[in-house]
């Protein structure tokens, strides 16, 4: 069965802290990984991931892909408190005919002042 | 560029009633989804069409769910009779057609139900 498991599932922080958030998985016929912020309740697109090595960057977020450990990291930088959101990792397989994307739990990220 | 349109935003039912949500897409992307998200959870997909075709429905509870977009744009995703599982946010996205062509999903405000 394909799982997208994220980590932690929970982090506080404090503002100016360093994050790293965690996601691997397990999805026959991968196309690619895409991030999502989620703070009220759509989430809104953050990167989306098909090459192995190759960082994405925006602003203090940072995303890269390892698809021989079938894994991605999302960094975000010098924190701030409106980073504080749920952030999905999801992948997104050749089923149907766009893809459909599969989503992990996600990591809620606080960050006090 | 307007986003996806959703509506309600909000919902409360009580268990074995019925209930319809409605999407607007973006425009010009013909490809819609329908997920669902439980509190604590990630969106899982319900439905996907391409244009006014369902491509993917293999995860849609048939016996209480059903969906159309009969004129390739608009959708309706109708819950009946609802039972207090189906309490979540369910929420719809879209995104660009193209074969082959991995494209991010766009999503809409999403609608709350409440199922009492």
């Known amino acids: 069965e394909d799982k997208v498991v994220q980590s932690p599932l929970s982090l506080v922080v404090h503002e100016g802290d360093t994050v790293t958030l965690n996601c691997s998985y397990e999805v026959t016929n991968f196309r690619s990984l895409l991030w999502y912020k989620q703070e009220k309740k759509a989430p809104t697109f953050l990167f989306m991931l098909t090459s192995s090595g190759i960082e994405k960057k925006s602003g203090r977020l940072s995303s890269i892909l390892d698809k021989k450990e079938l894994f991605s990291i999302l960094n975000i930088t010098a924190t701030q408190t409106g980073d504080s959101a749920i952030y999905l990792c999801a992948v997104m397989n050749y089923g149907g005919s766009q893809g459909n994307l599969i989503f992990g739990k996600g990591t809620k990220l606080s960050v006090k002042p | 560029e307007a986003g996806v349109a959703q509506s309600p935003r909000y919902k409360i039912i009580e268990k074995r009633q019925s209930v319809a949500f409605w999407c607007n897409p973006i425009s010009g992307h013909a490809t819609l989804y329908w997920y669902q998200q439980i509190l604590g959870q990630g969106p899982k997909l319900l439905i996907q069409?391409?244009?006014?075709?369902?491509?993917?429905d293999s995860q849609l509870p048939k016996d209480r769910f059903s969906a159309e977009r009969l004129k390739g744009v608009d959708s309706t995703l109708k819950i009946q009779p609802a039972k207090l599982e189906d309490s979540a946010v369910y929420l719809c996205?879209?995104?660009?057609?193209?074969?082959?062509?991995?494209?991010?999903?766009?999503f809409g405000p999403g609608t709350r139900l409440t199922v009492t």
């Open positions: 996205a879209s995104s660009p057609a193209g074969q082959g062509l991995s494209y991010e999903q766009y």
């Open positions: 069409f391409q244009n006014n075709g369902v491509v993917d």
